[in-house]
């Protein structure tokens, strides 16, 4: 009953969310494979380690220094929409959409799922580092200390969207699923214990 993280499956691809929830632990099929007291023990790890991994991450504005889980950003729009109820996250996406599943394979998978985009996902660069192309048409928010140009003419600070389409993008590692795993490995006997004996 082997526990696995890793930011993306890598066996099968990468999956949509409505492809992974048939195997959350709540599913009936989840169930009767592992019977309803692994589920429990193993849904009740899952969750730690989804936890840990999600607390690793602290909101700030600036990038998190490499080797060290990523930062989490919020979005203003989707902070906005959900106190008006029309969004289920505040778009701090990589902290809050993880997941814990139960694996065709029979291993409880933890991690972000349902991210879409071409080349390797930007969660697992996050996890692993690596690179990646930036595909056409995609812009990169750049900040702007005032100054001139090379023509003389003054530019205010601020936020500027440069496009970056076919340039190669460098990830450093800062990962997050191992940590959290390390972490919270010993927690696992007991979990498993207690979803027998409640």
Do not use: C
Not at 46 to 73: E, L
Not at 79 to 96: I, M
Not at 129 to 145: F, L
Not at 172 to 183: C, D, E, I, N, S
């Amino acid at each position: 009953m082997a526990v696995k993280t890793f930011a993306v499956p890598k066996t099968q691809g990468p999956r949509s969310i409505a492809q992974w929830k048939q195997f959350f632990f709540d599913r009936e099929v989840v169930a009767r494979a592992v019977g309803r007291g692994g589920v429990k023990a193993l849904a009740r790890f899952g969750a730690i380690v989804r936890r840990t991994a999600q607390t690793s991450m602290r909101y700030r504005k600036g990038a998190s220094s490499p080797g060290s889980p990523p930062s989490a950003h919020k979005s203003k729009r989707l902070a906005g929409l959900k106190k008006l109820g029309r969004a289920k996250h505040n778009g701090a996406l990589l902290r809050e959409f993880l997941f814990s599943v139960r694996d065709p394979s029979g291993s409880t998978v933890v991690g972000p799922m349902g991210f879409k985009g071409k080349g390797q996902p930007v969660p697992s660069l996050m996890e692993h580092g690596g690179t990646r192309q930036a595909y056409s048409g995609e812009t990169m928010a750049v900040k702007n200390p005032a100054g001139r140009d090379d023509r003389g003419r003054f530019y205010s600070r601020g936020v500027q969207l440069v496009k970056i389409g076919g340039k190669t993008l460098r990830y450093p590692a800062r990962p997050y699923m191992r940590p959290a795993l390390r972490k919270t490995a010993a927690k696992f006997p007991q979990a498993f214990r207690n979803g027998f004996t409640r």
